[in-house]
């Protein structure tokens, strides 16, 4: 048996094409994707939207990171004049410090997120349309 007629009979929609021992059709799914007949959408759709969505978040998350930097040093100004001599001075800096280079972290990995989710969503919709554009040549071909 040729290789796309085994398929064909795989994945084929008749009674008696692709039979199973239960006498029922055999069908391939995605299981992300509701069968047929299941009472749910069976296209499974690609879309942009959700990776724009976190893209949003990563830059709404950006935003008020660089806030908190910008506060926690406007907090500090002055701090270590008005404590001279206070041996709580060193621990205050060092716990400023530590914070302040943790909150940079985020505030930078947020900004690098954000453009890959963008690209991430931007490649799935291009993708979404090859593929879909792929099938209608090989259904052309088929017929």
Same mark, same amino acid.
């Given at each position: 048996? #040729?290789?796309?007629?085994?398929? #064909?009979?795989?994945?084929?929609?008749?009674?008696?094409?692709?039979?199973?021992?239960? &006498?029922? /059709?055999?069908?391939? !799914?995605?299981?992300?994707?509701?069968?047929?007949? &299941? /009472? &749910?959408? *069976?296209?499974?759709?690609?879309?942009?939207?959700?990776?724009?969505?976190? @893209?949003?978040?990563? !830059? *709404?998350?950006?935003? %008020?990171? !660089? @806030?908190?930097?910008?506060?926690?040093?406007?907090?500090?100004?002055?701090?270590?004049?008005?404590?001279?001599?206070?041996? %709580?001075?060193?621990?205050?800096?060092?716990?400023?410090? %530590?914070?302040?280079?943790?909150?940079?972290?985020?505030?930078?990995?947020?900004?690098?997120?954000?453009?890959?989710?963008?690209?991430? /969503?931007?490649?799935?919709? #291009?993708?979404?349309?090859?593929?879909?554009?792929?099938?209608?040549?090989?259904?052309?071909?088929?017929?």
């Amino acid at each position: 048996m #040729e290789f796309s007629a085994q398929w #064909e009979e795989l994945l084929a929609d008749s009674p008696g094409g692709g039979q199973g021992t239960s &006498g029922q /059709g055999t069908r391939m !799914n995605l299981a992300s994707v509701a069968p047929i007949g &299941g /009472g &749910g959408d *069976a296209d499974l759709q690609i879309t942009q939207t959700p990776w724009n969505s976190a @893209s949003g978040v990563a !830059n *709404a998350l950006h935003t %008020s990171t !660089n @806030s908190a930097v910008s506060e926690l040093d406007t907090a500090a100004e002055g701090v270590p004049g008005g404590t001279a001599g206070f041996t %709580s001075t060193a621990a205050l800096e060092e716990v400023r410090t %530590s914070w302040k280079t943790r909150l940079t972290s985020v505030r930078d990995e947020c900004a690098r997120l954000e453009g890959v989710l963008k690209t991430v /969503g931007r490649d799935f919709g #291009e993708t979404d349309v090859q593929v879909r554009d792929s099938f209608g040549v090989t259904k052309t071909k088929g017929q």
